[in-house]
């Protein structure tokens, strides 16, 4: 057997040749394919806009510049996600407050966040940041109840659930990122996510105000439009003498505006274009990974071992799946003597140094702590074949068989 990792990319011909057709073409970098990915993406999640950027964490950082965090802005978010999902708000000088998981569905605890708000007085919060962690969609519907109750905005990470879903109270699906419930919404291409791209992310909204500031923010902050000139008068045309450009008709094609600090988040062609042919099979990738959930968790239910396993959840994306397991370090050791390559998903954020620096320590967060202790993902991509899903099925079963004495 070849080593099985947790998570891998697919590259098809198709693929290749979308990427070898753009590296032919006039643009490698802000040409016709972004907005194409960006379209094709939006009607795919069903947001009404789209904004490609580099990478999940920029999608992050511009999010919140784009909400105005700043020192003095406090954000909640869970502590069991990748640390860009809370290190945005440090970016901008925020205050990341961490709330602990619900045991059951390992996401962002509404209960939790409410304590927390009801603790303070109103106004002390800004933001929250779910995560549909493992592809497990979070009840947005709940969480805008509670945003609007205290004022708050909603970034929803949906970096591990494009084509993932919850049903809401009017029993219709609520697909993760469309822009219905929170403000924002961020995605990431990294290979190990559903969509390859190298790298790259995607910022979804419904919001046209802050589309237009996002498209604003990856470019430098940089305005290419006539109506929103700000710089008025001969200076404008390249302070000709006698020539006045009071009439917003008068600036010439070259002129631009750089209006606010902005960043260079914006991705190439070249990814967008492998982003853009990827996407064409994301449905089909989601029903593999359904198939491989479905299998794990038969094999898995009713073991002694298993303390909890992702399970079957509707709508959920299964970018990994989930076992919690006792002596997690035995069996992960002996899987990787398998070439069995499993990961941990995740060390507590609040547990890493830069944030016990920040005061957080251990015991804060009881059900993350506890669930960290026990979590492994298992290997969970499309083009696992049934033989590779059976040896690791196996060689799990083999550890904790009774002649192992785990
Ligand atoms: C991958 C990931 C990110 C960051 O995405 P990058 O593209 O790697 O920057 C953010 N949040 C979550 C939950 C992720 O899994």
Redesign the pocket.
């Known amino acids: 057997m070849m080593p099985i990792p947790y998570g891998r990319q697919s590259i098809t011909d198709e693929d290749v040749q979308a990427v070898v057709q753009t590296l032919k073409s006039d643009y490698l970098t802000q040409g016709p394919k972004i907005k194409e990915f960006e379209e094709a993406f939006a009607a795919y999640i069903g947001s009404k806009y789209a904004v490609a950027v580099s990478?999940?964490?920029?999608a992050?950082h511009l999010n919140c510049i784009a909400l105005g965090v700043k020192p003095g802005v406090k954000v909640i978010t869970t502590p069991i996600?990748?640390a860009?999902?809370a290190n945005c708000v440090r970016y901008c000088g925020g205050e990341v407050v961490f709330a602990d998981i619900d045991p059951e569905t390992y996401l962002l605890d509404i209960a939790n966040v409410r304590e927390l708000l009801e603790k303070s007085p109103k106004g002390t919060y800004s933001g929250i940041i779910p995560?549909d962690?493992a592809g497990r969609a979070v009840d947005l519907e709940a969480f805008r109840k509670l945003a609007d109750e205290y004022g708050l905005w909603i970034i929803e990470?949906a970096?591990?659930a494009p084509g993932g879903f919850f049903v809401d109270s009017g029993k219709n699906q609520q697909s993760c990122g469309n822009g219905n419930y929170a403000e924002l919404a961020?995605f990431?291409?990294?290979p190990v996510?559903h969509i390859a791209a190298g790298?790259?992310?995607m910022i979804t909204t419904n919001s046209k105000d802050l589309y237009e500031k996002l498209l604003i923010l990856r470019t430098h902050g940089i305005v290419k439009e006539d109506l929103n000139y700000q710089n008025t008068g001969s200076f404008a045309v390249g302070m000709n003498p006698g020539i006045s450009s009071e009439e917003p008709t008068d600036y010439p094609a070259w002129y631009m505006e750089m209006q606010e600090l902005g960043y260079n988040y914006r991705l190439s062609d070249i990814q967008a274009a492998l982003g853009l042919s990827q996407l064409g099979r994301a449905e089909e990738g989601i029903e593999r990974r359904r198939e491989i959930a479905t299998r794990y968790q038969q094999a898995f239910s009713d073991r002694d071992f298993v303390l909890s396993q992702s399970g079957i959840v509707e709508g959920h994306a299964y970018h990994l799946y989930i076992l919690e397991v006792k002596d997690r370090l035995g069996l992960y050791n002996w899987l990787r003597e398998k070439s069995i390559y499993t990961q941990i998903h995740y060390i507590p954020t609040h547990l890493m140094p830069y944030y016990r620096e920040l005061g957080w320590k251990q015991g804060d967060m009881p059900f993350a702590e506890e669930y960290y202790r026990h979590c492994i993902s298992l290997p969970m991509y499309p083009t696992l074949s049934p033989d590779e899903q059976g040896f690791v099925i196996d060689s799990v079963l083999a550890y904790y068989s009774e002649e192992n004495q785990y």
Do not use: R
């Not at 990478?55 to 920029?58: I, S």
């Open positions: 990478n999940g964490t920029a992050l996600t990748f860009a999902s995560v962690f990470d970096c591990h961020i990431s291409f990294h996510k790298e790259g992310g």
